[in-house]
């Protein structure tokens, strides 16, 4: 099931411009090789939302393989700051290689380790040993150097857990933040019964619905859910 009819996502796609030439074979790469990256209509919104937004510091949860933080670098303020965290070995493999190509490489910080610890590194409440950092651009910097406050944060990570990090998120998130997460409508079979759904995916079903009536009904946040690529919550924090 898609959420929207393949042939106008497939217009609305071509009306955008060609990525830099490192990106393009970066998305290339990851497609050949069935890795989850962003899909082109969701890009667009992510570059929008930059420009909009104009962000001093970015905060990504969920690297992958570099291309969505590439593509983040690659059109962010000249001013402004990207941070990443990446759990999985491989992948985390795969991002270092890709991020120390990127234009921006010196504008980049990848943090190493699960997200929550990550995240509560970041917020100074943890100082977990299994957390490290790593500078695509070789610079001296330390965890206890990055940010604390974000006032641009993408998440496209595990998405059974994304309740469990949005309690660390919301402490980086000043009021007037932009909070976007991706894949959150799942084909759209978000809106289906959870018992439609097979028994092996309900409990992700069950999770991210709690997760958007969460996000929906905050006092501290406002929200809309676009029907673009896979869905994105798109949330902004108002006190």
């Known amino acids: 099931m898609k959420i929207v009819d ?6 609305i796609n071509s009306l955008e411009l060609e990525l830099p030439q490192y990106l393009s074979t970066l998305e290339k790469e990851a497609l050949e090789n069935a890795v989850p990256i962003i899909r082109k209509e969701a890009q667009a919104v992510l570059k929008f939302f930059l420009d909009m937004k104009q962000p001093k510091q970015i905060l990504e949860v969920g ?10 670098s690659e059109y962010m303020p000249e001013d402004c700051h990207i941070t990443t965290i990446e759990k999985v070995p491989m992948r985390i493999v795969e991002a270092k290689k890709n991020l120390s190509k990127a234009r921006r490489a010196s504008d980049i910080s990848l943090v190493m380790g699960d997200a929550i610890d990550a995240l509560k590194v970041l917020n100074r409440t943890d100082t977990s040993k299994d957390v490290s950092l790593f500078n695509p651009s070789g610079n001296k910097k330390e965890l206890s150097e990055l940010a604390d406050c974000y006032d641009f944060i993408f998440m496209d990570a595990a998405k059974g857990q994304y309740m469990n990090f949005l309690p660390e998120i919301m402490k980086l998130l000043p009021v007037g933040g932009l909070f976007i997460t991706d894949n959150v409508l799942q084909e759209g079979s978000i809106a289906k019964s959870k018992y439609s759904i097979t028994r092996r995916d309900r409990t992700i079903h069950t999770r991210m619905r709690e997760y958007l009536y969460e996000l929906t009904h905050r006092d501290d946040l406002t929200t809309m859910i676009l029907p673009v690529g896979d869905g994105m919550a798109v949330s902004t924090r108002i006190q």
């Open 6 to 11: 393949e042939h106008i996502t497939a217009y």
């Open 63 to 72: 690297t992958a393989v570099g291309f969505s933080c590439s593509l983040l």
